[in-house]
């Protein structure tokens, strides 16, 4: 069973410019809540004991928001509200369940997953990019499921308009498991269209082997002076392990950038 899940953290949120200057992007309100508390939902509602998150000193506020007993005790001494009462029940409920790691310079999601390592206790764990809201159906539990039928590393697949594929991490596929689970082949980032190898765009949920920290251990940098998890997902795919695409079934929603985070808003409204 998979009981680890890791959320990196610490990247800058240049796309959500301005707020993210003087606001950690993962707590920005999405329908009246913060983005996060949707993703630990979902890893909640998939079976997940324990939450590590990848933050930054600059991103200390999001620590803050479950370390903020004084102000809620302070509150709920004073006005015995219950919805407040509630608020910190659920924030106590959470903070049993979260570590915190630091990744201070932005070297990528590589480098971010490599900092979780002496963390990591099983041989499989999840991980969630919280800039991707999927919505309606829990992507995490879905793609648990084809872990424990396949005893394979698993990866979110969604099709995309084949004009936008230069957006996006396109899947090399080269066996149909099921109508939604396939073989990867390779991933290839941001291809040209006529040279993109399918339809099939990576999303941010994976479930990684722990092997793969000695992969990330071992990379150059790369484009940007980063280490890039795909790069050491390759690798590993190259020596035989077995990556499965799945194509969920929720809905998908990016919450990364200005335009998207306000239609994350709109559409979990109507829920």
């Not at 890791?6 to 707020?19: M, V, Y």
């Not at 251990?217 to 002076?225: C, F, I, Q, T």
């Amino acid at each position: 069973m998979i009981k680890q899940a890791i959320i990196p953290l610490a990247g800058l949120g240049t796309r959500l410019l301005p707020l993210t200057s003087v606001f950690a992007k993962e707590l920005l309100p999405i329908n009246g809540k913060p983005g996060l508390e949707y993703i630990i939902k979902e890893c909640i509602e998939a079976g997940i004991k324990e939450i590590i998150f990848i933050i930054s000193k600059r991103k200390i506020m999001i620590k803050k928001y479950f370390y903020n007993d004084k102000f809620y005790k302070d509150l709920i001494k004073k006005k015995k509200d219950p919805r407040i009462i509630e608020e910190y029940k659920k924030i106590l409920k959470y903070r049993k369940m979260i570590k915190f790691v630091y990744q201070n310079k932005p070297k990528g999601t590589g480098d971010a997953v490599l900092k979780t390592k002496k963390y990591i206790k099983d041989r499989y764990f999840l991980m969630l990019l919280p800039d991707d809201l999927i919505i309606k159906k829990n992507c995490s539990k879905s793609m648990i499921n084809t872990h424990k039928k396949y005893k394979a590393s698993v990866m979110a697949s969604m099709s995309v308009n084949k004009k936008t594929v230069s957006r996006w991490g396109i899947y090399k596929l080269y066996k149909k498991l099921n109508k939604n689970d396939y073989l990867i082949n390779s991933v290839i980032e941001k291809p040209n269209v006529k040279d993109a190898p399918s339809n099939k765009a990576v999303i941010g949920r994976y479930i990684l082997p722990k092997k793969i920290f000695s992969k990330l251990k071992n990379l150059k940098s790369g484009k940007g002076g980063e280490i890039h998890i795909t790069d050491a997902i390759q690798s590993l795919i190259d020596n035989h392990e077995k990556f499965i695409a799945h194509n969920f079934s929720g809905k998908y929603l990016d919450c990364g950038s200005m335009d998207g985070y306000i239609k994350s808003s709109k559409e979990i409204a109507k829920l």
